[in-house]
């Protein structure tokens, strides 16, 4: 392997606004994103040799190219105590929550550990433009961009995901054995998720550029085979049904709070004389049920605002700081025409509709035209500049970036 020190490091292009999704492509394997949903997601995994063909190139051009964030930089990371981070080591199995010092991470041709990195996108450039390649699925199942970082041997044992995941290799070369198994019985000894028996049905080594994508519960293990391999994890997450509509229906109660016509009190004037008074009165049950349908609580499309909201809040340590700048809303709205906003890397949008979620809020109920525009270009393009006409200089836009969750 050549050094790291003598390579060019890899500058990942971002997506184009409109992936085209009916266009053969290299990083699928040279299939479109409308077959490779149709055949492969959440189905069954797919090798994909050069999926970023740049690496070949640069053999071809006797150039080496590496990946686009150095070890020194992301041990520098796995320093910050916001960075959800650990170390694993095999050879006995153990691992540790970060942040970590720099002496505390083992030289990169040590053998038997691993370093992983969550929320790589909020933290370089790079790999929140390697995460823009994968908006052909929706943003509600993104979770995040892993990185890993090992040493000869490292990896994290054979496990499984409840995550469909798609492995980039970046630096180094990483052996990928998988199995479809239907044993996924853990070993209950071992302080990690490692599988109890795992039988590998197909092998393959991975070299910088390749990329091996895994539906849900496919049993896998990873082995590093070169000091400072990186592999870049995009992982997709799927909530329990009992999640969904949990945090669909509390937040669905919450809403009830803004309405005073639900503070009147049942009353029962037309309530007969009872031989089984400890029965729930019928009264009760048909003005319930009237209540109900009055609000459309019966309804699907009640339930899904609460749902939305859930989805777009961020990442339990997401960390939002303000302007470090002083802005008033009338100067807000004066960069806007010059400046492009954009979300916050931790920042998560969602659109139900024409109704836009930012971290868990509704930002367009109640704004005028030019503010709900404007949400709505952040949620589809992730950026919107321009004049936004007479709507008021105080608006969710302003509060938004006020909070941080919103960028210049
Ligand atoms: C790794 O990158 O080492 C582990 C990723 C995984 O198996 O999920
Ligand atoms: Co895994």
């Known amino acids: 392997m050549t050094s790291f020190y003598l390579s060019k490091p890899y500058d990942p292009p971002q997506a184009p606004e409109n992936l085209p999704l009916e266009r053969p492509w290299a ?215 009992k999640e969904l509509l949990q945090e669909g229906l509390w937040r669905l109660a919450e809403s009830l709070e803004d309405i005073p016509e639900l503070e009147k009190h049942f009353a029962d004037p037309k309530q007969a004389a009872t031989s089984s008074a400890e029965q729930l009165p019928e009264e009760i049950i048909r003005q319930v049920a009237q209540k109900l349908k009055d609000l459309k609580l019966d309804r699907v499309a009640t339930f899904l605002p609460g749902i939305a909201a859930y989805l777009s809040e961020p990442k339990p340590q997401a960390f939002f700081a303000g302007p470090t700048q002083e802005y008033s809303p009338e100067e807000f709205k004066d960069s806007l025409k010059t400046q492009a906003l954009r979300p916050h890397p931790q920042t998560r949008l969602l659109a139900l509709g024409k109704t836009i979620y930012c971290n868990g809020e509704d930002m367009t109920s109640g704004q005028t035209a030019s503010i709900q525009k404007a949400w709505r270009s952040l949620a589809a393009s992730k950026q919107v500049q321009g004049n936004l006409g007479g709507a008021p200089a105080e608006s969710s836009l302003f509060e938004a970036f006020e909070a941080g969750w919103l960028i210049f």
């Open 27 to 241: 990083l699928l394997g040279g299939i479109s994103p409308k077959s490779f949903m149709k055949s492969y997601w959440h189905k069954r995994p797919l090798l994909v040799r050069g999926a970023i063909p740049a690496f070949e190139l640069a053999k071809q051009m006797g150039e080496s190219l590496n990946s686009a964030i150095s070890p020194e930089e992301l041990f520098k990371i796995a320093g910050k105590d916001v960075v959800e981070s650990r170390l694993i080591k095999a050879k006995p199995w153990s691992f540790s929550d970060g942040p970590f010092k720099k002496t505390s991470i083992p030289a990169l041709d040590l053998p038997d550990w691993t370093l992983l990195l969550q929320g790589m996108e909020a933290r370089h450039p790079a790999a929140a433009k390697v995460l823009s390649w994968f908006r052909f699925i929706p943003d509600a199942r993104l979770d995040d961009l892993m990185i890993s970082i090992a040493g000869p041997g490292g990896g994290v044992g054979p496990h499984f995901d409840s995550y469909d995941v798609f492995l980039i290799q970046m630096s180094g070369r990483r052996r990928w054995r998988i199995s479809e198994q239907k044993d996924l019985t853990l070993n209950t000894e071992l302080p990690l998720k490692i599988l109890q028996h795992f039988k590998a049905e197909q092998e393959w080594d991975l070299e910088p550029g390749d990329m091996l994508y895994l539906p849900p519960h496919v049993a896998h293990d990873g082995i590093s085979l070169d000091a400072g391999c990186q592999t870049w994890s995009v992982g997709f997450r799927a909530q329990s049904y």
